[in-house]
């Protein structure tokens, strides 16, 4: 569509969804993945401007409206039953010193390190184009994309990880010139390309229970490493931006406070006779205790540069960042 007609423009642009799932039918094969699913959506377009803008806002209105203004249903309070939960748990024997045992532990050690589910989905690039309005024409504002989102999760016998890499952000200004070194409003990387193996954001979990034989006293271990990202404020465009949200906000109107209605509190009828109940003392087990050096939970942040850059007509006026700042905390039982 051009520019200039909008009006046929899709908020999202068609896209298509490669799924694949394999499953392993044989169940004594512990080498391979017992449940495996791969998908892949190559591109996602979204496409955005200030008639679109006010179109979705208005449907936001008219849903919270119809929202707010229905009545709320009585809630009943009870005393939940008691359901135990369910688990499943693996029995491996107990390793025998004999060399004959020799092959069952091995086959023991496979087991336990079987994948039983994967899932892997990856989407290569996501595009938001965001478009101005001027003398009556719908121009191109910025244009924001996603590099290099890939999501892993990956479930075995005794303990499940997840895994979330994005490779690169970058939001381009096209209101400054195409040669200009100030060319974006925000940017994970500046000057030369990103290495094709690092990554912008490496999100990582990891859960293992005590039962595995993998198990180092950590039972919840999640990370986030946070390589580069830089803000550019480039004045026009970031006023061109601003214009656009608060030109719809002044045109909306103030929302009415809403009261809800008063309720009237049930009344309570004492009966005369009264009964008296004897509850038998129950003695309380003292929970158990994990070992000294057992973590609960272990999380960790790591950020390489985080910087704020200021442009005033091509020249960079100010400068502000924070560079290889990491933390940590360790709960216990």
Known sequence: AKCGDLSRLKLINDFDINIRLEKCIRPDEVSLTKLKLLGELPEFRVNFSAGQYRQIMRLIDVATSSFDS??????????????????????????????????????????????????????PTIVVAVYRTEDGRDLPLVNANIVGLKAEFVKRTFDMSAVLVLHSVGVEDLIEPADSKFRHLATSHLGDSRPDESYMINVSFKQCQKASPEYAGVEIDASLSFDSFYFIFNRPTVAALISLALRDLKSRPAPQPQHPPLQHAPSVVKSESTRTLKVPAVALRPLAKSAADDVKVRARVEVKVIGVLLNEDGRLLAEASVRDFSAGVDLRA
Request: charged share 15%.
């Open 70 to 123: 229905g009545a709320a249903a009585p809630v009943a309070l009870g005393v939940p039953s008691a359901t135990p939960a369910s688990s499943a748990g693996v029995v491996v024997p107990d390793d025998g010193s004999t060399a004959a045992d020799n092959h069952d532990a091995a086959a023991r050690n496979a087991l336990l390190g079987r994948k039983l589910i994967e899932a892997v989905f990856a989407v």
